[in-house]
């Protein structure tokens, strides 16, 4: 491991900061930076006589390139080198600046000093202790931290127990309330029918959210305690180094651990804390006074419907109206007043949808595309004769509108009225200056698409365009989605992804890995299984799939992309 890291800070230093890749043909500008030769060449193929440094902004000449023949053989050189090779030998700690034997720690600064450092006016004021003796205090310090880490292990694993049982305890509220509605409406079946449909169906989809939550729920306490694990192992790993590794970026380390901090989701939200409350308050009444107001029931009904479509969005509606429709006991006897115009069979939207009346205010002003993104993928190998016409139609119906969210757009990347088709400016106008807004991506060219999303299936197309064939990151994005400093692109960090440049097309599995991929299509479609976790990646010309992620998410995702070249243009569709 200690060979893998080594080498892998080796070729950090060799990475060229346009295309992110290790140097290929090193040159050097007059500014100082140092590119891959066709990559500073790509970048100023279009510009005229004036030319920038993409990192520095500042202005240089054509005739300044200049191949960096020691940085090339270094390249050459590192790339050879066995990992075994790499590990730098075990030597004692020897004064930079004196070239004595370091003895003593200074505590201030951090730094190994040796017997001169210690007298000099640098550190003469400082608290300085042998190395050996500052090892072991922050042994005993590495050691606090550890039990403090077990103690909020402890804390944070009774925590989790008590929200699963305050959610296991709201499911049976629910299942109680279900009994209690099914018992009340067998007295008057023909006449509270649609009553009872709906008050069921209320409560399904309650159920249907909780479990919902208690999936996030224990995805998230379960990546924290994850995370809190691998601080421990990582400082208890710390404690059988040797004084030297031990103390190394040791301050940093422990800020880390004290730093760490159980962020607790909401078990049972205060929403469906008041829908619950809300079935349990109409059910009680509707009880009372189902005797004297029989011939009531109807009007109190729609009243009683809009209140419970009040305050949700059309997501939620949504899903209330498909887990009555994917409810085998509701499918018997369910027939609501209205049904959204929405033909799950054979079309994704129909030519003139005509919602009914009770439920019209509800979807008037949804537009065609909006239900496209809840539309389950139907199994259609038997019509279409075999696996491969299965994966076409599951990439077509799955299609929806994605548009390119300006506000979140690096300052270098232009965007098309239509929000369809993005560019990188062939001269960098932002230099290096941050933006102020905080919701650009900044320093990397980065824009996401909309809508985000967190249920059903999604797909949508992207075209690479650009010299050379273009650049780019094409894939999806987590919520929330970081947009300053170091950008790490990995599953892990909530990026699933492919590179495509260079006639080469690559999948991001792992941080700083890269799984070459037999194809490099130039439009490329992401189709997105929320429920399934999946993220598919497929060639949008032939429908051929090219790869595919499994996948938790635990929120909302988003289209993503990156721009790597000057020229590079991505163009989405539908």
């Known amino acids: ?247 190394q970026d040791i301050k940093a380390v422990l800020c880390r651990s004290e730093g760490f901090c159980f962020l607790n989701p909401t078990p049972v939200s205060m929403h469906l804390e008041k829908k619950l409350s809300e079935a349990k308050s109409r059910h009680d009444s509707f009880t009372e006074s189902l005797k004297i107001f029989k011939d009531s029931l109807q009007p109190e009904s729609k009243k009683d419907k809009s209140k419970f479509f009040k305050g949700m969005t059309e997501e939620q509606i949504k899903s209330w109206y498909l887990s009555n429709k994917n409810n085998p006991k509701m499918n018997k006897t369910l027939e609501p007043e209205s049904t959204p115009p929405v033909d799950r069979t054979t079309k994704p939207v129909p030519p003139n949808p005509k919602p009914s009346t009770s439920f019209a205010p509800l979807f008037r002003s949804r537009s065609r595309a909006s239900f496209v993104s809840y539309l389950p993928i139907q199994d259609s190998s038997e019509n279409l004769g075999g ?63 909309l809508p985000g999303f967190s249920t059903g299936c999604q797909a949508w197309e992207a075209e690479l365009q650009g010299p050379g064939g273009g650049g780019c990151v094409v ?22 992804a492919l590179r495509i440049a260079s006639s080469k097309c690559q999948a991001l599995t792992e941080v700083g890995t890269r799984e070459d991929l037999s194809v490099c299509p130039r439009k490329v479609g992401v189709r997105v299984n929320h429920e399934c976790g999946e993220v598919v990646f497929y060639d949008a010309t032939t429908s051929n799939n090219i790869y595919t992620f499994q996948a938790s998410f635990a929120g909302q995702v988003f289209p993503f992309f990156r721009l790597l070249f000057p020229g590079t243009q991505i163009t989405l569709s539908p």
């Not at 506000?407 to 200056?433: C, E, M, N, R, Y």
């Open 387 to 449: 696996p491969g016409a299965t994966v076409i139609e599951e990439h077509k119906m799955a299609l929806v509108p994605v548009t390119l969210d300006a506000a979140s757009a690096h300052p270098d990347l232009i965007i098309s009225q239509d929000l369809k088709t993005v560019t990188l400016d062939q001269v960098f106008q932002s230099g290096w200056a941050e933006p102020t807004d905080p919701e650009r991506f900044h320093p990397f060219r980065c824009v996401l698409g």
């Open 1 to 247: 491991m200690a060979n893998q890291q080594f080498a892998s800070k080796l070729q950090e230093e060799v990475i060229c900061p346009i295309c992110m890749d290790i140097l290929q043909g090193p040159a050097t500008i007059d500014c100082g930076h140092t590119f891959c030769r066709r990559c500073i060449t790509q970048s100023w193929e279009a510009a005229d006589s004036i030319l920038k440094c993409p990192l520095c902004n500042k202005t240089v000449r054509r005739d300044t390139i200049a191949p960096n023949w020691l940085l090339a053989n270094l390249v050459g050189k590192i790339q050879a080198m066995d990992p075994s090779e790499m590990q730098p030998e075990t030597k004692e700690l020897r004064c930079l600046r004196h070239g004595e034997k370091c003895h003593f720690f200074c505590e201030f600064d951090g730094k190994f000093l040796c017997v001169v450092c210690r007298e000099s006016k640098d550190h003469k004021s400082h608290n300085a202790t042998l190395i050996e003796e500052a090892a072991q205090s922050y042994q005993g310090r590495i050691q606090s931290q550890v039990e403090a880490l077990q103690q909020k292990e402890r804390a944070i694993v009774q925590m989790k127990s008590q929200g699963e049982q305050r959610i296991d305890v709201f499911m049976a509220h629910v299942e109680s309330e279900r009994q209690k509605i099914i018992t009340a409406f067998r007295q008057l079946r023909q006449v509270l029918q649609e009553e009872k449909n709906f008050l069921l169906s209320r409560i399904n989809w309650l159920d249907q959210e909780i479990t919902k939550s208690k999936k996030f729920y224990v995805i998230s306490t379960k990546s924290q305690l994850n995370s809190l694990g691998k601080l421990k192992d990582s400082l208890k790993a710390r404690q059988c180094l040797p004084p030297g590794q031990l103390l």
């Open 475 to 496: 894939g999806v994005a987590s919520e929330p989605v970081p947009r300053r400093g170091t950008l790490v692109l990995a599953p892990l960090t909530g990026f699933w």
